[in-house]
C-alpha cells in the first residue's frame, strides 16, 4: 500500500513555462516533505523540503506547497528549463523517524 | 568532495548466487539508508542505520537479505541466492540531520 503517491508518471512542459507536479500521501503522521530531483544514471539528488508547520518554501525558481487537510504537495519550476529534464520523486517521513518513504517518481520532459 | 559511493557499479550474476554490494557513505554521516528502485517502481526503502542503534530492517523484502555497517562507515549488502526479481538498482544513501539525504549513483544489479 502507496503511502507516498505519485499519479503521473510523466508530464511534458514547454520550455519557458510552468511545470507542476502533484504528490499525495495517506499518512497523515508524516511531517516532513521532500522533493529529489534523479537524472539516469545517477543517484537522486535532493531539491527542496517543506516541513508541515509551513504551507509554501521557496528556492529559486522551486517552489513547493503543501495543502495538509487535502495531504497534497505541488512542486512548481517556473521557468522551466531544458536541465529540468528529470524524474522527480516526492518523499515524506514523520520527524521523529528518519526512514523516508518515496513515491514512483514522476519523469518530467521540458519541450524546446 | 567525497560524495557517497557505491560499488561495483555494474553487477551481472547468476540466479542462485551471492552478491554483495558496498557504500561508502559521506565521512561523519550518522545515518546510512539502502534503497532499491526497480524497473518503473519508485525508491523501495530497504534498510536504515542511524548511529549505534539496531538497524531499521523493515524493508528487506525477505531473509536472503541482509546488511551490516562496521565501525559506524561502510555498509554492505548481501544478497543471497539471487533470483531474477532481485534485478535493481541500489542506492546507498547517507545523512547528517534528518532530510537531506545525499546517495550514490547506484549498483544496477542484472540476475540472469
Known amino acids: 500500500d502507496q503511502q507516498v503517491k505519485q499519479n503521473s508518471p510523466s508530464l511534458s512542459v514547454q520550455e519557458g513555462r510552468i511545470s507542476i507536479l502533484n504528490c499525495d500521501y495517506t499518512?497523515?503522521?508524516?511531517?516532513?516533505f521532500l522533493w529529489y530531483k534523479k537524472y539516469p544514471a545517477e543517484g537522486p539528488t535532493f531539491l527542496i523540503s517543506?516541513?508541515?508547520?509551513?504551507d509554501k518554501n521557496e528556492d529559486g525558481r522551486f517552489t513547493v506547497f503543501l495543502n495538509k487537510s487535502a495531504k497534497h504537495l505541488s512542486l512548481h519550476i517556473v521557468p522551466s528549463q531544458p536541465g529540468d529534464s528529470a524524474v522527480y520523486f516526492c518523499?515524506?517521513?514523520?520527524?521523529?523517524?528518519?526512514?523516508?518513504?518515496f513515491g514512483k517518481g514522476t519523469r518530467l520532459h521540458i519541450l524546446p | 568532495g567525497a560524495g557517497v559511493s557505491q560499488s561495483p557499479s555494474n553487477k551481472v550474476t547468476e540466479k542462485g548466487k551471492d552478491v554483495e554490494l558496498r557504500c561508502d557513505p559521506i565521512?561523519?554521516?550518522?545515518?546510512l539508508y539502502w534503497y532499491r528502485q526497480s524497473l518503473g517502481q519508485g525508491l523501495e526503502f530497504l534498510i536504515y542505520?542511524?548511529?549505534?542503534?539496531?538497524?531499521?530492517k523493515s524493508g528487506l523484502p525477505s531473509d536472503r537479505f541482509s546488511a551490516e555497517r562496521t565501525g559506524g562507515s561502510v555498509s554492505t549488502l548481501t544478497i543471497q541466492r539471487t533470483q531474477q526479481e532481485d534485478s535493481a538498482v541500489y542506492l546507498c544513501?547517507?545523512?547528517?540531520?534528518?532530510?537531506?539525504?545525499?546517495f550514490g549513483p547506484g549498483t544496477r544489479l542484472t540476475v540472469l
Open positions: 544513501a547517507s545523512s547528517l540531520t534528518i532530510g537531506t539525504q545525499y
Open positions: 499518512n497523515s503522521m508524516f511531517d516532513y
Open positions: 517543506i516541513s508541515s508547520i509551513k
Open positions: 518523499a515524506a517521513s514523520e520527524n521523529r523517524d528518519d526512514k523516508i518513504i
Open positions: 565521512s561523519g554521516h550518522t545515518a
Open positions: 542505520f542511524q548511529g549505534n542503534s539496531a538497524p531499521d
